[in-house]
Protein backbone atom coordinates (compact mmCIF):
# COMPACT_ATOMS: atom_id res chain seq x y z
CA UNK A 1 0.00 0.00 0.00
CA UNK A 2 1.52 3.17 -1.13
CA UNK A 3 1.66 5.68 1.87
CA UNK A 4 0.94 9.36 1.20
CA UNK A 5 3.75 12.21 1.44
CA UNK A 6 2.97 14.23 4.39
CA UNK A 7 3.66 18.46 3.97
CA UNK A 8 6.54 18.19 5.63
CA UNK A 9 8.18 16.18 3.58
CA UNK A 10 6.58 18.20 0.20
CA UNK A 11 8.16 20.78 1.80
CA UNK A 12 11.62 19.74 2.01
CA UNK A 13 11.80 18.38 -1.25
CA UNK A 14 10.70 21.34 -2.84
CA UNK A 15 13.47 23.68 -1.23
CA UNK A 16 15.71 20.71 -1.96
CA UNK A 17 14.70 21.21 -5.59
CA UNK A 18 13.62 24.82 -5.83
CA UNK A 19 15.53 26.67 -2.97
CA UNK A 20 18.37 28.98 -2.59
CA UNK A 21 21.77 27.18 -4.45
CA UNK A 22 23.62 28.63 -1.52
CA UNK A 23 21.52 27.10 1.41
CA UNK A 24 22.67 23.54 2.47
CA UNK A 25 20.36 20.49 2.79
CA UNK A 26 21.06 20.20 6.94
CA UNK A 27 19.94 23.53 6.99
CA UNK A 28 16.61 23.03 5.22
CA UNK A 29 16.85 19.73 7.49
CA UNK A 30 17.23 21.90 10.17
CA UNK A 31 14.15 24.81 9.53
CA UNK A 32 11.90 21.85 9.17
CA UNK A 33 13.16 20.17 12.09
CA UNK A 34 13.94 17.15 10.44
CA UNK A 35 17.35 14.98 11.42
CA UNK A 36 19.71 13.46 9.29
CA UNK A 37 18.71 9.68 9.96
CA UNK A 38 14.91 11.17 9.49
CA UNK A 39 16.17 12.58 6.11
CA UNK A 40 17.85 9.51 4.98
CA UNK A 41 14.83 6.90 5.86
CA UNK A 42 12.86 9.11 3.31
CA UNK A 43 15.28 8.85 0.95
CA UNK A 44 14.08 4.83 0.45
CA UNK A 45 11.02 5.49 -0.89
CA UNK A 46 8.15 7.50 -1.87
CA UNK A 47 9.86 10.81 -0.87
CA UNK A 48 13.07 9.51 -3.27
CA UNK A 49 10.19 8.97 -6.34
CA UNK A 50 9.25 12.97 -5.81
CA UNK A 51 12.15 14.52 -5.27
CA UNK A 52 12.99 12.89 -8.69
CA UNK A 53 9.88 14.12 -9.73
CA UNK A 54 10.33 17.60 -8.74
CA UNK A 55 13.82 17.29 -10.22
CA UNK A 56 13.27 16.43 -13.70
CA UNK A 57 11.24 19.94 -13.80
CA UNK A 58 14.38 21.95 -12.90
CA UNK A 59 16.84 23.95 -14.82
CA UNK A 60 20.45 21.90 -15.41
CA UNK A 61 22.34 24.24 -12.64
CA UNK A 62 19.63 23.49 -10.20
CA UNK A 63 20.03 19.47 -10.78
CA UNK A 64 23.65 19.66 -10.28
CA UNK A 65 22.96 21.48 -6.81
CA UNK A 66 20.74 18.59 -6.16
CA UNK A 67 23.41 16.41 -7.25
CA UNK A 68 25.80 18.00 -5.23
CA UNK A 69 23.87 17.80 -2.27
CA UNK A 70 23.09 14.30 -2.85
CA UNK A 71 27.19 13.45 -3.56
CA UNK A 72 27.76 15.79 0.08
CA UNK A 73 25.49 13.22 1.81
CA UNK A 74 26.98 10.13 0.29
CA UNK A 75 30.85 11.02 1.56
CA UNK A 76 29.35 11.53 4.66
CA UNK A 77 28.49 7.74 4.42
CA UNK A 78 24.44 7.81 3.39
CA UNK A 79 24.14 4.97 1.87
CA UNK A 80 20.48 6.02 0.79
CA UNK A 81 21.92 9.11 -0.64
CA UNK A 82 24.55 7.04 -2.99
CA UNK A 83 21.85 5.17 -4.12
CA UNK A 84 19.42 7.83 -5.26
CA UNK A 85 22.90 9.94 -6.53
CA UNK A 86 23.65 6.77 -8.72
CA UNK A 87 19.80 6.21 -9.78
CA UNK A 88 19.95 10.28 -10.87
CA UNK A 89 22.92 9.59 -12.71
CA UNK A 90 21.61 6.55 -14.52
CA UNK A 91 18.46 7.93 -15.52
CA UNK A 92 20.32 11.44 -17.23
CA UNK A 93 22.90 9.39 -19.29
CA UNK A 94 19.71 7.03 -20.60
CA UNK A 95 18.03 10.31 -21.46
CA UNK A 96 21.62 11.61 -22.94
CA UNK A 97 21.79 8.08 -24.82
CA UNK A 98 18.31 8.85 -26.21
CA UNK A 99 19.11 11.78 -27.44
CA UNK A 100 22.74 11.18 -28.84
CA UNK A 101 22.80 8.10 -30.49
CA UNK A 102 26.44 6.81 -31.41
CA UNK A 103 27.79 6.54 -34.79
CA UNK A 104 27.10 2.98 -34.73
CA UNK A 105 23.54 2.91 -34.09
CA UNK A 106 23.13 5.58 -37.13
CA UNK A 107 24.76 2.91 -39.67
CA UNK A 108 23.06 0.01 -38.29
CA UNK A 109 19.67 2.13 -38.50
CA UNK A 110 21.04 3.52 -42.18
CA UNK A 111 21.78 -0.26 -43.08
CA UNK A 112 18.10 -1.32 -41.77
CA UNK A 113 16.70 1.55 -43.88
CA UNK A 114 18.65 0.87 -47.23
CA UNK A 115 17.97 -2.76 -46.39
CA UNK A 116 21.47 -3.87 -47.41
CA UNK A 117 22.17 -6.32 -44.30
CA UNK A 118 21.65 -4.87 -40.93
CA UNK A 119 21.80 -7.76 -38.20
Known sequence: MQKRLTRKQKNVAF???FG???VK???????HGVSAEQFAAWLDGEFAEYLMSLSERVSVSESARIMHALAEESKN?????????????????KAVD???PDR???DRLNMEIRGDGGE
Not at 25 to 31: S, V
Not at 77 to 93: I, M, N, P, T, Y
Request: overall charge negative; charged content about 40%.
Open 15 to 17: ELV
Open 20 to 22: EAS
Open 25 to 31: TDEILEK
Open 77 to 93: GDVRSAKLFFELLRDRQ
Open 98 to 100: ASN
Open 104 to 106: EDI
